[in-house]
């Protein structure tokens, strides 16, 4: 079944924003929010401000990996897991 | 000769260690502190290594791993998290934050002032089951349908997790800014 972009109203692209930003949308519905958006400048201003959110949050917790000491110790473990003979 | 268990020990080390600092910080935004998301992300990666046989090559790695992860938090630490004063996210029903600043700060620079550990004492101080939404795609970009696998909830639940989640936390740090005087608030 093929689907045809519908027109939306400002509640309807406020629903689905998050999905919008997240990329989680069918291209028609997309579609429809995205058209919506290019001529509604008050939901515009909620999606730029939205998105600069999602990517800050984004940019700002992402940087920490795990510990140097804490990838040894898991190596360290699972070389001497299930193999009680030393490997050479 | 390579033995069984140097297979399985290469396998381990090519699909699944490459998401070690994803678990890891997946454990500490759980835990709450350094040293229980070590010893969290440590038993995981060892529960899955134990268990490799059931994780199917080929499959979503890092969703297996995080899954495991969250119940081995559930099962074993949980219990012992420190309580932290929680958000709450049950009043949270629409965009709110966007409409208080539109004409003063519409571009939201205000968050670029507030501090990383702000952010994330923030994180923690939601709910579990928002505050692991809002991580698993906030800070490790899983998409919805990775999150209701290792979530174990329909997306549809996600959807609405996640936007009670992400408008909670901006309340908080849209609070947080006003007293630290980032931002003014808009005469009425």
Redesign the interface.
């Known amino acids: 079944m093929t689907q045809e972009p519908q027109e939306i109203d400002c509640q309807e692209v406020?629903n689905r924003?998050?999905?919008y930003l997240?990329g989680?949308l069918t291209p028609v519905r997309e579609a429809e929010v995205r058209t919506h958006l290019a001529t509604c400048a008050p939901c515009m201003?909620?999606s730029?401000?939205?998105r600069?959110?999602?990517h800050?949050?984004?940019a700002?917790?992402?940087?920490?990996?795990?510990?140097e000491s804490?990838?040894r110790?898991?190596?360290e473990?699972?070389?001497f897991?299930?193999?009680t003979s030393p490997?050479s | 000769m390579a033995?069984p268990?140097?297979d399985?020990?290469h396998a381990?080390?090519a699909e699944a260690?490459p998401h070690?600092?994803s678990?890891?910080?997946v454990a500490?935004r759980l835990a709450g502190n350094e040293a229980q998301a070590?010893d969290l992300?440590?038993e995981t990666?060892?529960k899955a290594?134990?268990s490799w046989h059931q994780y199917r090559p080929g499959t979503n790695a890092r969703a297996w791993l995080l899954t495991i992860l969250r119940h081995t938090f559930i099962n074993e630490y949980r219990k012992s998290r420190r309580a932290v004063a929680e958000i709450d996210v049950t009043a949270i029903e629409?965009?709110t934050i966007?409409g208080d600043i539109?004409d003063v700060d519409?571009?939201?620079s205000f968050?670029?002032q507030i501090v990383?550990d702000e952010?994330?004492q923030a994180?923690d101080a939601l709910p579990d089951e928002f505050r692991e939404t809002?991580?698993l795609?906030?800070?490790?970009?899983l998409?919805?349908a990775e999150i209701a696998e290792v979530t174990e909830v329909p997306v549809g639940t996600v959807?609405s997790r996640?936007?009670r989640a992400?408008q909670a936390?901006?309340r908080t740090l849209y609070d947080y800014a006003l007293e630290m005087g980032y931002i003014t608030r808009r005469e009425a």
């Open positions: 406020l924003l998050y999905e997240d989680e201003s909620v730029n401000f939205e600069a959110y999602i800050f949050l984004e700002r917790t992402r940087a920490h990996g795990a510990p804490l990838k110790r898991i190596l473990q699972i070389l897991e299930g193999d490997t | 033995q268990s140097d399985k020990r381990f080390e260690l070690l600092d678990v890891y910080r500490l070590e992300t440590q990666m060892l290594y134990r629409a965009f966007f539109h519409p571009e939201g968050f670029n990383d952010i994330l994180i809002l991580v795609s906030d800070v490790e970009g998409t919805y959807k996640l936007f992400r936390l901006q």
